[in-house]
């Protein structure tokens, strides 16, 4: 029960070491490479590490457009599967309805991971997401008439982009009032 897990101190120690790794990314996306990115693997040249944060690793390497469509891989997984709640009841298979809560609460536990390691470009992140896809697929399947659950359309562009601001500022904001 104890440990260092148990003992989280953002002003000294690992947690505080990680802030200032998420600092230095933000101070190193502050430039031109603010849409793009400063680069695959060049986190590191400018921290020392790897942010311990996906998504700050994400937007920092990638920019604002490649951090987006990285927060989007989840972001989409995850309005699937809430938009999809309604029609549990109407699943005709009993294992697939009882896999919801499991399949919500991996995409839900792999992100929250996410904000603690960086983890951008391995398979498993994919995985995670393309679990939550397929899944919601499975389930349309079992549906008549099947229910449309995401449209890639003008309107849920408008709500990656925010949703995808909203966690960039926050982190930033975060970051900039924990980093001393």
Same mark, same amino acid.
């Given at each position: 029960?104890?440990? =260092?897990?148990?003992? /989280?101190?953002?002003?000294?120690?690992?947690?505080?070491? =990680?802030?200032?790794?998420?600092?230095? !990314?933000?101070?190193?996306?502050?430039?031109?490479?603010?849409?793009?990115?400063?680069?695959? !693997? #060049?986190?590191?040249?400018?921290?020392?590490?790897?942010?311990?944060?996906?998504? /700050?690793?994400?937007?920092?390497?990638?920019?604002?457009?490649?951090?987006?469509?990285?927060?989007?891989? +989840?972001?989409?997984?995850?309005?699937?599967?809430?938009?999809?709640? =309604?029609?549990?009841?109407?699943?005709?298979?009993?294992?697939?309805?009882? #896999?919801?809560?499991?399949?919500?609460?991996?995409?839900?536990?792999?992100?929250?991971?996410?904000?603690?390691?960086?983890?951008?470009?391995?398979?498993?992140?994919?995985?995670?997401?393309? /679990?939550?896809?397929?899944?919601?697929?499975?389930?349309?399947?079992?549906?008549?008439?099947?229910?449309?659950?995401?449209?890639?359309?003008?309107?849920?562009? /408008?709500?990656?982009?925010?949703?995808?601001?909203?966690?960039?500022?926050?982190? +930033?904001?975060?970051?900039?009032?924990?980093? =001393?």
């Amino acid at each position: 029960m104890g440990g =260092r897990q148990a003992s /989280i101190d953002l002003e000294s120690g690992t947690g505080h070491e =990680r802030i200032l790794l998420w600092r230095d !990314g933000f101070v190193a996306i502050q430039s031109p490479d603010v849409l793009f990115g400063i680069g695959l !693997g #060049m986190y590191e040249d400018v921290a020392g590490l790897v942010a311990h944060n996906s998504f /700050i690793h994400a937007y920092v390497e990638l920019g604002l457009v490649g951090g987006t469509l990285f927060f989007g891989c +989840f972001f989409f997984s995850g309005l699937a599967l809430i938009r999809m709640r =309604r029609f549990l009841s109407r699943i005709p298979d009993r294992d697939l309805r009882r #896999m919801y809560p499991f399949v919500a609460a991996v995409l839900v536990g792999w992100c929250m991971g996410m904000m603690s390691l960086s983890r951008c470009y391995v398979v498993p992140t994919y995985m995670v997401a393309a /679990i939550g896809a397929v899944y919601v697929n499975l389930v349309r399947a079992h549906l008549k008439p099947v229910p449309l659950l995401i449209r890639w359309d003008t309107q849920n562009l /408008i709500r990656l982009a925010t949703s995808s601001a909203a966690l960039f500022v926050s982190l +930033f904001v975060l970051t900039i009032s924990l980093a =001393r």
